[in-house]
C-alpha cells in the first residue's frame, strides 16, 4: 500500500511550478473575458441573494427544490461573508479549482505509486483548458468536483491513516456536500466501498462497517435538507425534484440525439406543461411524479429505441464542451468587451487536449493489465467516469456534466503511459545487459 510522505524539497519547488502553472492562465482568462453571468449562473447568483435576505430557498416567493441547494447556500455563505458580489464568486472558483488540484495530486499518488506519474498528471490537469475556462462562470461543477475528490482521496486513503474511521467519516461529509450540490454524488461512496471490496483491498467485514460509517456521516449532512423538503413541500424529498424532468428529457419520443434539447419542440414543452426551470414551478412534486411516469413508460414501450439512443448520449457526455467558452464570449459582450479573436485562437487547442486526454478513459479497459497499477487506478479513477457514464446512458447527455470527471483522464492517461513505459523498457535493460 502506497505510504503518501511529507513532501520532499523537490516535491516543494515542484507544487510551486504548478500553482504558477495553475494561477497564470487562470487569472489571465478571467481579467481577459470578464463575463457577465446569464442563464443557470444568474439563477445561482439570484438564489443566493435571495437565501442571504432571508427569503429562503425560493424562486419568486415559492419554495423551490427543484435544483438542489448546495451551490446557491455556498454562494449565499460566502455572500455573507464578502458581500454579494460577481467577483468573490469567481476568486472562489479559483480557490475550488485549486483545492481540486491537490486531491488530483493525492489520488494520482495513490494510483500510480509513482511520485513522477502524479507529477505529470497533476500537470495535465493544471493545464486542462476546459476547467481553465469554467472558473469565470457561475456553475456549481467546481464546487462539486472539489468535493467529489475531497471524498474520493479521504475514502480511499482511511487504511493509510491511524484516524481511519474519522477519514472514512470526514469522506461521508464530503459525499454529503456534494450531493447537496449535484444528486448524482450520493451512489459514488457506496461504489467505491464496492469497487474496494472486489478488487481485494479490503475484506468484507471492513467493507460494510466502512459503507456504514461514510453513509452515516453523508446522511446526517443531507437529512436537515430532506426535513426541510417535507416541511415546505409536503414530502421527504432527498435532495431535489428534478429528476423527472432529467430521465423525460433523455427518454421521450422527440430527442433523437440523447442531448438537452433546446430549443425544446412544441411537443416536449406542451408535456412538461410550460415547464421554465428557471422560474416558479406551479407544483413540483406532481410535476416530478407524472415526467417519472412519462419517460418510463416511453423506455417501457420502446426498449429498443431508448437503448440505440445510449451511444448518443455518452457522446453528448465526453465530448468538447464549447458553453463555457459560448457563454465567456456572450457575458464578455454585455460587459463591453470583444473576446471573439481570444475564444477563436483557444478554442481548437482546448478541444485537441480534450480528445486526447478522455479517450484515456475508453482505452483503460481495453489496456487494463498494460496499465501501471491498473487496480488501483481503476478504483481511483476508472469508477468515477463509469459511474457518471452509466447515469448519463440512463438520463441525457450535457458536456457540463462530464466536468468533474476532467481531472481523472489526465490520471488515466499517466497510468496507461506509464505502464507502456515500464513495459518497454525492461526489456531494452535485459538487452544491454545480456550485450
Known sequence: MLE????SQGTSRFLILAAVLFLAPRIGWMLAVDAAPM????????????MLNGEGYAVQGQPTAFWPVGYPAFLAGLFAVFGP???????????????????????????????????????????????????????????????LLAGTDLLLGAAETRRRWVAVAA???????????????????????????????????????TGLVAYAACLAV????????????????????????????????????????????????EATENLNILKAIPDELALNAKLNRLAMDYIRDNPVEAAKRIPYKLYQFFRFDTLPLAQAEIGAKRNGRDVHALVTAVAPVAEIWHWAMMWSAFLFPVLFWLARRPADAALAAFLPVAY???????????????????????????????GFLHRVRWPMVGHRRRA
Open 4 to 7: 503518501l510522505k511529507t513532501p
Open 39 to 50: 442563464s443557470d449562473q444568474l439563477w445561482y447568483f439570484e438564489r443566493a441573494v435571495g
Open 85 to 147: 458580489s460577481l467577483e468573490a464568486a469567481k476568486i472562489a472558483n479559483l480557490v475550488l479549482s485549486g483545492i481540486a488540484m491537490v486531491f488530483v495530486y493525492r489520488i494520482a499518488r495513490r494510483a500510480t505509486g509513482s511520485e513522477t506519474a502524479a507529477r505529470a498528471a497533476l500537470l495535465l490537469a493544471v493545464l486542462y483548458p476546459t476547467q481553465i475556462f469554467y472558473t469565470e462562470l457561475l456553475y456549481s461543477e467546481l464546487l462539486f468536483t472539489a468535493l
Open 171 to 209: 469522506a461521508g461529509v464530503c459525499f454529503g456536500l456534494a450531493s447537496l450540490v449535484k444528486t448524482q454524488g450520493l451512489l459514488l461512496p457506496g461504489l467505491l466501498v464496492a469497487g474496494a471490496l472486489v478488487l481485494r483491498r479490503i475484506g468484507f467485514r471492513q467493507a460494510v462497517l
Open 222 to 269: 443531507t437529512a436537515p435538507w430532506t426535513m426541510r423538503n417535507w416541511e415546505v413541500l409536503g414530502q421527504p424529498v432527498l435532495i431535489s425534484t428534478n429528476g423527472g424532468f432529467n430521465l423525460y428529457m433523455g427518454n421521450n419520443p422527440w430527442n433523437r440525439w440523447g442531448n438537452y434539447m433546446w430549443p425544446a419542440p412544441p411537443e416536449f414543452t
Open 388 to 418: 457518471f457514464g452509466a447515469i448519463t446512458a440512463v438520463f441525457f447527455g450535457e458536456a457540463r456534466f462530464n466536468l468533474p470527471l476532467l481531472p481523472l483522464y489526465p490520471v488515466l492517461a499517466v497510468c496507461i503511459a506509464g
